[in-house]
């Protein structure tokens, strides 16, 4: 049981995003989703990742750390959630609790005639793919290997040689001498 799917609506989510992002599935996306659409089953609530460094490549593993929605925020990301979680109970429906066991060709068909969800769920399964895996996708840095992204570098710095090395820049004056 996740954060919002039960079991059978994971499963169906696992193998819909991986029919529309090849490679989802291991890589985590339905557990995106899952944590997106559960947010708020998080305290605090699973939006806002803290930062400013992830800690991968130095620096406090600040992404650990999630930062509460103000008030304006709250409620604008609960009413976006209600609507997503219609959508989702609505386009899984469609889909079939038997989506996990029929062949590529029908699970395609069945996503192509849920038009509006398969919209929604490429969008998500995107953002669990390619996004920060600290959100619950990209296991193992998998969407970003699929891309050739290293990810973030912070606070690695520069270089002496980055550093020196740069030509300069003169900087046009006015008249009166200031930049």
């Known amino acids: 049981m996740g954060a919002h799917f039960d079991d059978g609506e994971l499963a169906v ?9 090849p490679g989802a ?17 998080f305290d605090p609530p699973r ?4 930062g ?4 991968r490549h130095g620096g406090e593993p600040g992404f650990q ?3 509460p929605p103000n008030r304006v925020q709250e409620k604008a990301w609960r009413t ?12 899984l429906a469609a889909l079939g609790d038997d989506f996990t066991a029929v062949d590529g060709t029908e699970q395609d068909e069945r996503l192509a005639h849920a038009p509006a969800f398969k919209a929604l ?13 600290v959100y619950g996708g990209n296991r193992d840095f998998a969407g970003w290997d699929a891309i050739g992204y290293v990810g973030d570098i912070q606070p690695r ?23």
């Not at 939006?47 to 803290?50: I, S, T, V, Y």
């Not at 769920?121 to 895996?133: F, K, Q, S, T, V």
């Not at 040689?161 to 300069?168: C, F, K, L």
């Open 52 to 55: 400013p460094y992830s800690g």
């Open 157 to 179: 710095g520069y270089t002496d040689d980055e550093v020196t090395g740069r030509a300069r820049v003169d900087v046009p004056r006015r008249r009166d001498g200031s930049a």
């Open 47 to 50: 939006l806002f990742a803290g």
């Open 13 to 21: 989510v696992r193998a819909a995003v991986d029919r529309l992002v």
């Open 121 to 133: 769920l490429y969008r998500h399964a995107c953002e669990g793919m390619y996004g920060d895996p």
């Open 65 to 67: 750390r999630w930062i």
């Open 25 to 41: 599935a291991d890589a985590g996306v339905a557990d995106y989703v899952d944590t997106l659409l559960g947010a708020f089953s």
């Open 80 to 91: 976006r959630l209600a609507g997503w979680h219609d959508e989702y109970r609505d386009g």
